[in-house]
């Protein structure tokens, strides 16, 4: 009678069943921490031997893992950083998830973790995050990818689907969760979106299921505040008041990657395109986590950008 345990499933054990759909192999990968200034932690996975070109920032409620199937269809060395409050990174204490304060963290995270300017792609939050990124700190972006986000998205649609998703914040099971969030449309596949609550779950001492990022209870709590008690971590914060302005100031090319099904409205695109005109818009079909409902397709526009002549990578003072 064997005693050997069943295999543990981990944060990686997904990965081949996703690489061979796509018939692709599994680079290597790791998980990376950071501990900031502050001392909180914020963490990383990172894909592949080789010096990164392409940094990931995902959108609220989800985590690094949300890019694995695009960093597969990708094929390059990437970097998918856990905003703070989200997967392994640490919550912040003062629950301010405005794309500016989360951009603090993530120009550490680029300073130590890469080497060279990067095809910065962000989803929803994180593209507002990576806009203020490449406004502060524009020798670590070499091209700007903001996708399925603006900052004139209409709050009463998109931001509004996701304060009301997460007005259930814990379950008896994962398979619960699952069922809620494909009702909702959020997540590609039956498979993949189980695949996405079990990494952005944890399991409590009384055997419930909860969502372990921050932005869920603070998305359920505003749901049961009146207007006026709305202030730091709402939606509206949350967005950023700034965004424009750091649309405006980004020097690196720039590209909005719309989702046919998304949070980007007609108006919201139109209102982009007027305020920067520079900037290409590129359409996908599927949900607003393209990453998830349209990755080869995002991985190719990744790519193109990847293979495009960028500047030398940066050399640190004094070397």
Known sequence: MSHVAPEEITEFSFLAGQAAALGVPIPPVERLSLTLADGRTLSALR????????TLLHGAGLNAHTWDTTVLALGRPALAIDLAGHGDSSWRDDADYTGRTLAADVIEALRTWTDRPQVLVGQSLGGLTAAAIAARAPELVRELLVVDITP????SVGPAALREF????????????????QQFGFGGSRDDTARGVFLNTRVRPDGRVEWKHHFAHIAARLLDAPPAAASTGAPSAILG???????????????LVRAGHGF???DAEQEFRARAPRARVLHLEGSHNLQETAPAALAEIIRTAADSIGPEPVEEPGL
């Open 47 to 54: 894909y592949g031997d080789e010096p990164v070109e392409v």
């Open 152 to 155: 004139g998205v209409d709050q």
């Open 166 to 181: 997460y007005r259930v914040v814990d379950a008896a099971s994962r398979d619960e969760l699952v069922d809620r969030a």
């Open 241 to 255: 008041e700034h965004g424009w302005a750091d649309l405006d100031a980004v020097v690196a090319p720039l590209s």
């Open 264 to 266: 980007v409205s007609d």
